[in-house]
């Protein structure tokens, strides 16, 4: 049996550094899940730093690598969460490091509390999650209750999402269900064109796979 050809928004293809005129920004009230997808060195981070420098006042930024260098450092959650409670303009990074996991055994241990740190406690803000893959357990594990919570019940405290991976193919499926926005660098393995194809549509998996670096597509969904 045939399968159902559901229409697919067309994807835009733009440079990484016009992604802050692209994306919504600094609207609390506004539902925003980013998923940012990509082979290495592609251009996510420069990306997904032009957008944070110049329209977003509020931001938590966890990442497992020294990146987002402009981005204040924070000793860890704690003192992030605590430095934004004030309500003000304030942007934090929070790296873990993947050997010490933040005082946990695992990656997806550290995530599941932040997760459950996030949902209670960061309100009005973008939190940005890169290499999302290493902090929810990858797919087709299910996605952990802290995570389920963060992505239903933050949208009304005004916690928008930001996250990335270089390999889709690990994303929980959860991401792809809720995201407002895909914005897809190059992906040539089968596996990730695959996962892009089943939640875009065949065009953006075609127009991905061919992409120049720096360059992304943006579907809006
Ligand atoms: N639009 C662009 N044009 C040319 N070079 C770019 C562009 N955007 C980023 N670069 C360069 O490409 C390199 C990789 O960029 P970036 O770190 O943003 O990639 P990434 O996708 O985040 O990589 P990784 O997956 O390793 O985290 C950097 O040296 C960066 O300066
Ligand atoms: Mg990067």
Do not use: W
């Not at 440079?15 to 692209?22: D, I, Q, R, W």
């Not at 997904?48 to 020294?66: A, D, G, K, S, W």
């Not at 260098?69 to 409670?85: K, T």
């Amino acid at each position: 049996m045939a399968r159902l050809s559901i229409p697919r928004p067309a994807p835009r293809i733009i440079e990484n550094v016009e992604l802050p005129f692209v994306l919504p920004h600094s609207r609390y009230d506004v539902e925003q899940l980013d998923v940012i997808i990509g082979k290495k060195g592609q251009g996510k981070t420069t990306g997904q730093e032009h957008y944070i420098e110049t329209r977003e006042p509020r931001l938590l930024v966890v990442t497992p690598r020294p990146d987002f260098q402009r981005v204040e450092l924070a000793d860890d959650l704690d003192d992030a969460l605590n430095d934004l409670s004030f309500g003000e303009p304030c942007r934090r990074r929070v790296v873990v490091n993947r050997r010490t996991c933040g005082g946990f055994e695992t990656m997806h241990e550290y995530g599941q509390y932040l997760f459950g740190r996030c949902c209670d406690e960061l309100r009005n803000a973008l939190l940005v999650l890169s290499e999302v893959h290493l902090l929810a357990a990858p797919a087709p594990n299910p996605p952990s209750p802290e995570l389920v919570d963060l992505i239903s019940q933050g949208r009304h405290y005004g916690v928008r999402m930001m996250v990335d991976s270089q390999h889709p193919r690990f994303l929980q499926s959860i991401f792809f269900l809720e995201m407002t926005h895909l914005v897809a660098f190059k992906v040539t393995d089968e596996k990730d064109l695959d996962v892009v194809e089943s939640y875009a549509g065949a065009e953006t998996a075609q127009t991905v796979a061919q992409l120049d670096k720096g360059k992304c597509a943006v579907v809006t969904l």
